[in-house]
């Protein structure tokens, strides 16, 4: 079973930074894609950034300019660094992973979750 462990959340003030971490634990054959969700109360999870194996990003419009993805391999953990933050940006941020399981002879992809961690912004 992989495990994804995060932290980093907290409260900050309009305007703040905060950096997000995400460590990934288990049989992992291969990460594959990590990746940032967040969902505020009363709305539908949206994707925030993602980033590959090979380093190619992704961000969603809203986070552009601001957000920052990044990954080490070694370490398989990836990053969020969150600059200039509002208070649009309230909710509580969910590590993804889709990784390559390998066991025995047989390989497969699978795709988890972390627990979630909260991120406050406001005065």
């Known amino acids: 079973q992989v495990q994804l462990v995060e932290s980093g959340g907290g409260l900050v003030q309009p305007g703040g930074s905060l950096r997000l971490s995400c460590a990934a634990s288990?049989?992992?054959?291969?990460?594959?894609?990590m990746g940032w969700y967040r969902q505020a109360p009363g709305k539908e999870r949206e994707l925030v950034a993602t980033?590959?194996?090979?380093?190619?990003?992704n961000y969603a419009d809203s986070v552009k300019g601001r957000f920052t993805i990044s990954g080490d391999n070694s370490k398989n953990t990836v990053y969020l660094q969150m600059n200039s933050l509002k208070p649009e940006d309230t909710a509580v941020y969910y590590c993804?992973?889709?990784?390559?399981?390998?066991?025995?002879?047989?390989?497969?992809?699978?795709?988890?979750w972390g627990q979630g961690t909260q991120v406050t912004v406001s005065s």
């Open positions: 980033i590959t194996s090979g380093g190619n990003t």
């Open positions: 288990g049989s992992i054959f291969k990460i594959n894609v």
């Open positions: 993804n992973a889709l990784v390559t399981i390998a066991r025995f002879s047989s390989q497969y992809e699978a795709r988890y």
